[in-house]
């Protein structure tokens, strides 16, 4: 299917390059009907979307924030080698939300992280990062250097990488033998049920499920061992994956895969289903903003996301449907939408302003945005929601 031509999701514009050409691409996603893989057909380079200014930082959010540190303090706890110093490699360690946990129990740790931006936030946290992708040459830089790692984590970012064979038979060199591959990503069978379409952009490569990450890193020596579904992110999954016979498999990841046949995840159908659904959010939310609009009411966004860039570009949404995008991310602030143009503020004028309406871009953090609107919702602040389907809240 295609979502048509697409800006880069978190390539925002300055103002004054507003008039500027941008790089657009088709986001057309296809299914592999051979091993699940659930894929963009049309890649943009990878150098072309982590830049110096690649402008989302994980610590943005506290729930994240949060989540994260119990990560590490499980794998801490249930991890003996760790005790002894251990090292943990984090692939796209973003501004070191995860690897902190590690670095304040005294454990080796080691960020790949290629975007300037967010990396050097990192770096004068005291978290070791290297500034550069990570890939099968730079996996055998590392092993020569520190030796194999314990853990290598990945938390949506795995998917973000279009030579998933490089990652894999990275990841396999610079492993310990008993030594594990932990993935963190939205969940294909989420997206599909929750009709997220809005995941789908040109960063996420690849929208994962149980099946094709099995498939992808078998050929590698590296066998899926442990699933566990987690809330955030509107749906992912935590995938655990080590060389093969070197840890017991769960039942979870039979559960997981014989769940996934019954689904159809591997049949057209199911996509057929799943674009029928988007595009009646296509021609519902437009409908619902000019109605709302046509009442009078102001309609503003919520949350600058890559998801936002989606939904805008895909159902022909713009400044004359959504005023500005509050965001509270300060490299975000003051820049514009990609492709759209629609201004992006910070959270302080949006409570000034008080709009009665406003599009909720990042959904998948509505407990924790609850809480911090709680004021405007009692002014009687009112959401627009597009996932499932369109409605006001
Ligand atoms: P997110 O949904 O995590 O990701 P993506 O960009 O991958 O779609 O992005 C959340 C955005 O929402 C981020 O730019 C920060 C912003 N945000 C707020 O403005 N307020 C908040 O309370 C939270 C949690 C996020």
């Given at each position: 299917m295609s979502f048509g031509e697409q800006p880069l999701a978190n390539a925002l514009i300055a103002p004054e390059r507003s008039s500027e050409q941008q790089l657009t691409y088709e986001l057309a996603p296809t299914i592999c009907s051979a091993c699940g893989l659930f894929q963009l057909l049309e890649q943009p380079t990878a150098t072309s979307i982590f830049t110096r200014k690649y402008p989302f930082f994980t610590s943005t959010s506290k729930y994240m924030s949060n989540h994260f540190s119990h990560l590490a303090r499980d794998l801490i706890q249930n991890d003996p080698t760790l005790k002894d110093g251990g090292f943990v490699i984090e692939i796209g360690?973003?501004?070191g939300t995860l690897l902190q946990s590690f670095a304040k129990a005294g454990i080796n740790h080691l960020g790949f992280e290629p975007s300037e931006s967010v990396a050097n936030v990192a770096k004068k946290n005291g978290i070791n990062t290297d500034i550069s992708f990570f890939n099968s040459e730079t996996a055998s830089l590392i092993r020569q250097k520190y030796g194999p790692a314990d853990i290598i984590l990945g938390a949506n970012v795995i998917?973000?990488?279009?030579?998933i064979n490089d990652i894999g038979s990275g990841v396999a060199s610079l492993l310990k033998d008993d030594g594990i591959f932990l993935i963190e990503a939205v969940y294909l069978g989420d997206m599909l049920l929750n009709t997220a379409?809005?995941?789908?952009?040109?960063?996420?490569?690849f929208t994962f499920s149980g099946t094709a990450v099995a498939n992808a890193f078998h050929k590698h020596g590296l066998e899926l061992i442990n699933v566990e579904r987690q809330s955030v992110h509107g749906g992912s999954m935590r995938y655990t994956l080590a060389p093969l016979g070197s840890h017991t498999c769960t039942a979870a990841v039979k559960n997981l895969l014989d769940e996934e046949k019954n689904r159809g995840l591997n049949n057209s159908a199911t996509y057929i289903e799943f674009r029928q659904r988007c595009e009646a959010i296509r021609r519902d939310l437009p409908l619902l903003l000019s109605e709302i609009s046509g009442m009078g009411h102001k309609i503003v966004g919520y949350g600058a996301t890559a998801k936002s860039t989606t939904v805008l570009n895909y159902c022909g949404l713009g400044t004359n449907d959504i005023a500005w995008i509050q965001d509270s991310t300060k490299a975000k602030q003051g820049m514009l939408s990609p492709q759209t143009l629609v201004p992006i503020v910070p959270p302080e004028y949006f409570r000034e302003v008080s709009?009665?309406?406003?599009?909720?871009?990042a959904w998948n953090h509505r407990d924790e945005i609850e809480m911090l609107e709680r004021e405007w919702r009692k002014k009687g602040g009112k959401w627009i929601l597009y996932i499932p389907k369109v409605t006001v809240a």
């Open positions: 360690s973003n501004d998917g973000h990488i279009a030579e379409f809005d995941q789908l952009y040109d960063e996420h490569v709009p009665e309406y406003a599009v909720l871009f």
